[in-house]
């Protein structure tokens, strides 16, 4: 009887792990896995999007996953050179990105990132930056700092970050004209290539929404961004192709364990 129990409980154990996490899926062999982050650090009091801060013990112990393990970090341009052939793909590459661009990424996931000689790639929303994320409701969720221009010029020399678009005021680019998508996406990729001085080769959709509107995805493609980013879960095969879709990405939660790192990485998915 109490073997028996012992096993029932067991099994139990066994069946919610299986439920919570997807280490059952085949491993995927070949393809891009891009994490995707938002803030680094300890939440505010209030926040309601306390799983999208990742505090900076975590994000170092999975970029310390990421070096130990032998993935090879790239930047939006290394995804172009070796599509063109003027570099071999690693056997393990994989993308760290960061949505927003916000103060912190610069405070704790860089100096991280520049320790441990990784790469990392920040989608940028123009007109908040030197300010704060202005499009959240304070009463609902905290304002906080965005990344200053030297910020910016700090990171893109030293070859750590590379920048893409993340629009002018991150808006649901499906619900406003697509007139007003367009300026979105246009002169963001504009003003950017003013001010960092290099071109804007990826694109993320702010809140993904718009990745899988054909008429929004053709703006972004017309504005001349190579390599475009959903929210979609999943890792993207490679080579990649743009009429399958947006690439894929790979959303690092704040209340993630390590397994979920994994699972992620290796899976394509964690959770259900």
Known sequence: MIIASALGAGAAAGLGASARWNWWRPKIKKGIPTLMYHKVGDYPKGSQLQKLWVTAADFRRQMDYLKSRGYTTLHFQDLADIEDGKAPCPDKPVLVTFDDGYANNHELAYPILKELGLKGNIFLVYETLESHNAWHNPDTEPWIRML?????????????????????????????????????????KKRLEEKIGRPMIGFAYPYGAGAYVPAVRELARA?????????????????????????????IRGDDYMLDFHLNLTRGRARF
Request: hydrophobic share 35%; net charge negative; proline share 10%.
């Open 148 to 188: 200053s221009w030297p910020n910016i010029e700090e990171m893109a020399r030293s070859g750590v970050i590379e920048f893409g678009s993340h629009t002018m005021r991150h808006r649901v680019l499906p619900e406003i004209p697509l007139e007003e998508a367009r300026w979105e996406m246009f002169e963001s």
């Open 223 to 251: 504005a001349g961004y190579r390599y475009d980013f959903g929210i979609k879960q999943g890792i993207s095969p490679w080579p990649w192709k743009p009429e399958s879709g947006p690439l894929k990405r790979l959303l």
